[in-house]
């Protein structure tokens, strides 16, 4: 079984010892049930990973000794994924998915054809539901970088995005240019931009192609827009020889 993974401020990190306490803490006290002599490891989500031993517990805390410490580099090149905003909760789903197979940043876009439109009163909520998720499925995953989950962008932060990266794919599902043949580069940063259910407008297109992006063929059938996100990010953490 592998060990559990939970979030801990940086400077709890530093001691011999450390208590975990809060929501973590009871979790880990009161849901997984651990107990002394069980292996915890914790980390700040910015590559600190503190491998950890119970040494007591109770309905709402552990109390850790700390074994040895290691920071994992951060990964190169960074993956960030445009996401258009899904309906239902299919959001949180693409959320999860990318999370776990190793998307650096997840970026919530409005787009013009979203059938979800995060209002005004609405969209702090929202977007602390995406940002809940990636946590959640980022300790799940044993992740020692969590994803950033930025906040919502329109086609303009889009644009400026693409423009900034080192390589950039639309995912298009009129491309004649497949996603396989994109040779991606060895630092800086892929910006994948995943359209909405109706699909990215012409203007869309022609705006983030003009900025530098290039529109990608992802396979021979059309995946659900919650779904084509983790697909692409898979091709090119193979691609980079992340995987």
Do not use: N
């Not at 592998?2 to 809060?22: I, Q």
């Not at 240019?177 to 994109?182: D, R, S």
């Not at 705006?207 to 059309?222: F, M």
């Amino acid at each position: 079984m592998s060990v559990p993974v939970f979030l801990a401020e940086p400077g709890r990190l530093e001691g011999d010892r450390v208590l975990l306490d809060g929501p973590e803490g009871r979790h880990a006290a009161a849901v997984r049930r651990l107990r002394a002599g069980e292996r915890v490891d914790l980390t700040d989500g910015a590559g600190l990973v503190a491998e950890c031993v119970v040494t007591a517990a109770d309905k709402a805390s552990l109390d850790l000794d700390v074994l040895s410490r290691r920071r994992v580099p951060e990964p190169a090149p960074r993956l960030v994924v445009v996401q258009a905003l899904p309906k239902g909760d299919r959001g949180e789903l693409a959320v999860e998915t990318m999370t776990e197979v190793g998307v650096d940043e997840i970026v919530p876009w409005s787009a013009a054809r979203c059938i979800t439109q995060w209002k005004p009163e609405r969209r702090e909520k929202a977007l602390g539901r995406w940002r809940a998720t990636a946590r959640e499925a980022a300790k799940q995953a044993r992740r020692a970088h969590f994803p950033v989950v930025s906040e919502l962008a329109s086609t303009a932060d889009v644009e400026k995005r693409v423009a900034a990266a080192s390589a950039a794919v639309l995912l298009h599902e009129e491309a004649a240019e497949p996603l396989t043949g994109l040779r991606p580069p060895a630092a800086g940063e892929i910006v994948v931009v995943v359209g909405p259910e109706g699909g990215l407008t012409e203007d869309e297109v022609e705006r983030l192609a003009a900025a530098g992006g290039r529109p990608s063929l992802l396979g021979p059938t059309v995946l659900r827009t919650s779904t084509a996100g983790v697909a692409a990010a898979s091709v090119l953490l193979a691609a980079t020889g992340r995987w």
